[in-house]
């Protein structure tokens, strides 16, 4: 059984930092990418970044490039966002999730519709 724990939401001012974890079990990492996503109510769920197989290409939408790395650990089977700079727009659920086969080599979906598997989701609030 495929599962995925999201941790390290928060709430946090303008400015400050978070990083969230995304643990994965029930599956072999390596050749999967790996996407981040956020949703707000009302609006669609959206892409925020993801990274291919084996830490290949990475993919950020744009207005979180430079602010936001994402990162993997395939042995200890986790994804990272580390996040700075944060902005009130950033605020959302965040949810880490597991492309849908068959894999894309070299590059990673960055639409939800590419994605299996979901974990629940944390938290994100920026305010001051």
């Known amino acids: 059984q495929v599962q995925l724990v999201e941790s390290g939401g928060g709430l946090a001012q303008p400015g400050e930092s978070l990083t969230l974890s995304c643990v994965i079990s029930?599956?072999?990492?390596?050749?999967?990418?790996i996407g981040w996503f956020r949703q707000v109510p009302g609006k669609e769920r959206e892409g925020v970044s993801c990274?291919?197989?084996?830490?290949?290409?990475?993919w950020y939408m744009n207005s979180v490039k430079g602010r936001f790395t994402i990162a993997r650990d395939d042995a200890k089977k986790t994804v990272y966002l580390q996040m700075n700079s944060l902005k009130p727009e950033d605020t959302g659920v965040y949810y880490c999730?597991?492309?849908?086969?068959?894999?894309?080599?070299?590059?990673?979906?960055?639409?939800?519709?590419?994605?299996?598997?979901w974990g629940q989701g944390t938290q994100v609030t920026v305010s001051s």
């Open positions: 999730a597991i492309e849908k086969p068959p894999i894309k080599i070299g590059s990673c979906p960055n639409s939800p519709y590419g994605y299996a598997y």
């Open positions: 990274i291919s197989g084996s830490g290949g290409p990475t």
């Open positions: 029930g599956i072999t990492l390596n050749y999967y990418g």
